[in-house]
């Protein structure tokens, strides 16, 4: 799972690095995005917790410093697992001489995993606020 993990870095580290080049520090910008999926998804599973079971006393007893602390560790968790000491460059040595072909096929699921992990997450958003309003 971990390997999968590295791959979408790689996979989005790569993006960045083509698209805006070293000055704009594609792996920061790799770390920030990977935190925001696994916040996103994360979000996704509690409002799922909250519309299947109606239990909302989780988010109701959280607050902005508590939340403050969680995404700044998540943010430092892929800091430390992607950056820290530059590990980054051994990912991307890792992966880098990959097959064509399946540098494609691998390409859309980083991009339907990534893309998706946000949009999923509006959705159960938007669900949640429509069954919270019309009594379900």
Not at 36 to 52: G, K, P
Not at 55 to 72: D, N, W
């Amino acid at each position: 799972m971990l390997k999968q993990y590295r791959y979408l870095y790689y996979r989005i580290y790569s993006w960045n690095l083509k698209k805006w080049g070293k000055n704009d520090v594609p792996e920061f910008n790799t770390v920030l995005g990977m935190s925001l999926i696994f916040l996103c998804n994360m979000a996704s599973l509690i409002v799922l917790i909250d519309i299947l079971s109606g239990y909302q006393g989780f988010l109701l007893g959280l607050k902005k410093l508590e939340v403050g602390t969680v995404i700044i560790s998540i943010a430092l968790f892929h800091y430390f697992l992607f950056m820290h000491k530059g590990k980054y460059k051994q990912i991307v040595e890792e992966f880098d001489g990959e097959d064509p072909n399946n540098r494609r096929r691998k390409g859309w699921l980083v991009f339907a995993y990534s893309i998706g992990s946000v949009i999923f997450f509006i959705l159960i958003l938007f669900l949640g606020a429509y069954l919270k309003n019309n009594g379900m």
